[in-house]
């Protein structure tokens, strides 16, 4: 491989994975200096029964300070205020967050203010703001997608002004992520399988988008064959303890990939096809990747046909002609989403104008997409992308996305 002239990788998360991961963190959190943390969680998941296996689990080894379930779907910073006051008036000194993606970017954005003080969030937006160690923070991922747990970015949404603040710093990698097959045991199977598919978006991008390294490489590749052989396994049987944790290995490793090497197209067409038709991230990165692997294959083609080794295994890469291998891994995702949507029963979508609202109605109306292709121009995630995404590009992706039907590949502007 040619080694790129220059980059950087920074990965300090501890990473403890196992049957009996979380029964670790007393003593790995003790040995940061932890006697109070605060358990930050949604409903949902206390629902669940996973707080009190993860209070079992660490029974006697700390005192639990408080627990704050309050955190809703559409989190936005005044939950990071009410949660910080709960931290504070607790005498907490560390923060257990236990839940999917939005859990743990509040309890990232708790962590900030617990930190530094002040009264908002709101006071902290802005380069340079975090500038010293924060307080401990232990993730426990209940979901194998977001791969939060190792990443330095906290999104929070101020839904006063529709907007989304972005955090980045080092500093707000977690000190600890427990990769435990307890905690996505009663995921169901759709939310596993649509999580999943964004996890392997986060590997297939990081592969061939622009900030690639040999490190994040490494990490893409591995999670990419983790998620094949372990995902339609996880979603048949989800009691399925190896496969549930062989899926958080891998979404953790395509956190880290993609956590220095970034995404593209895939990301850029979901993160506004999920703000403009709330529509699950998970969801919109399953019908999408194959898209992103299409539209590159002209500007990365010998990174796309790798991906199909880790993708079908070494016997269908060595018999797919060199030229046929970004094609193939194409078909080997679609192969993948048809087996999930035949599995859910029909719960995992596979293109957009198939997706519905929960009264029925289609939750991506077809004259949505221009304005969706309009507002992907202000998302940051186009730019890493290793073609140049335009309007035009952008509007004829998503149509055939729409339509679920192959890309033409004629028509991209700048790649014929
Ligand atoms: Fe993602």
């Not at 358990?39 to 700390?62: C, F, M, P, Q, Y």
């Not at 989304?164 to 710093?169: A, E, I, N, P, Q």
């Amino acid at each position: 491989m040619t080694m790129p002239a220059y980059y950087d990788f920074c990965s300090r998360v501890k990473t403890i994975s196992g049957e009996n991961a979380m029964e670790k963190i007393p003593g790995l959190l003790k040995g940061l200096g932890v006697r109070r943390p605060m358990i930050v969680t949604d409903r949902g998941v206390e629902a669940a029964g996973l707080i009190d296996t993860v209070t079992e689990a660490i029974d006697g080894g700390l005192d639990i300070g408080a627990i704050y379930a309050d955190i809703p779907v559409d989190s936005d910073y005044r939950v990071v205020d009410d949660g910080a006051a709960v931290y504070q008036n607790n005498r907490c000194d560390a923060i257990i967050a236990v839940g999917g993606g939005s859990v743990i970017d509040t309890a990232k954005g708790i962590n900030i203010l617990a930190s530094l003080g002040g009264k908002s969030l709101l006071g902290c937006q802005g380069a340079g703001t975090i500038r010293r160690k924060l307080n401990p923070l232990a993730v426990l991922p209940t979901t194998s997608g977001t791969g939060s747990e190792m990443t330095l970015v906290a999104v929070i949404a101020d839904t006063e002004r529709q907007e989304k603040m972005l955090f980045v710093s080092h500093f707000l990698l977690p000190d600890l992520a427990v990769l435990d097959p307890r905690l996505t045991r009663t995921l169901p199977d759709f939310l596993t399988s649509q999580t999943a598919m964004d996890a392997l978006a986060h590997a297939c991008e990081s592969y061939y988008c622009m900030e690639k390294n040999p490190v994040s490489d490494a990490l893409a590749l591995r999670a990419i064959s983790l998620i094949s052989e372990h995902l339609l396994p996880a979603v048949r049987n989800p009691a399925e303890t190896s496969a549930r944790l062989a899926l958080a290995n891998a979404s953790a490793m395509a956190g880290a990939a993609f956590s220095n090497s970034m995404v593209g197209l895939v990301h850029n067409l979901g993160h506004v096809v999920g703000a403009v038709c709330h529509v699950p991230h998970g969801t919109c990165m399953s019908i999408l990747l194959p898209y992103g692997l299409e539209y590159n294959t002209h500007r990365r083609e010998k990174a796309i046909g790798e991906i199909l080794f880790s993708l079908a295994g070494p016997e269908i890469y060595a018999k797919t002609p060199e030229k046929a291998r970004p094609d193939k891994a194409v078909e080997q995702i679609r192969m993948l989403n048809e087996d999930l949507h035949n599995i859910t029963g029909g719960k995992h979508p596979r293109f957009l104008g198939e997706i519905r609202n929960k009264d029925g109605t289609p939750a991506v109306p077809r004259s949505a997409l221009p304005e969706i292709a309009r507002k992907t121009m202000a998302d940051g995630a186009r730019l890493p992308n290793p073609e140049e995404i335009l309007p035009e590009d952008a509007l004829m992706v998503l149509e055939h996305a729409w339509a679920g039907i192959h890309l033409d590949r004629s028509r991209i502007r700048k790649g014929a």
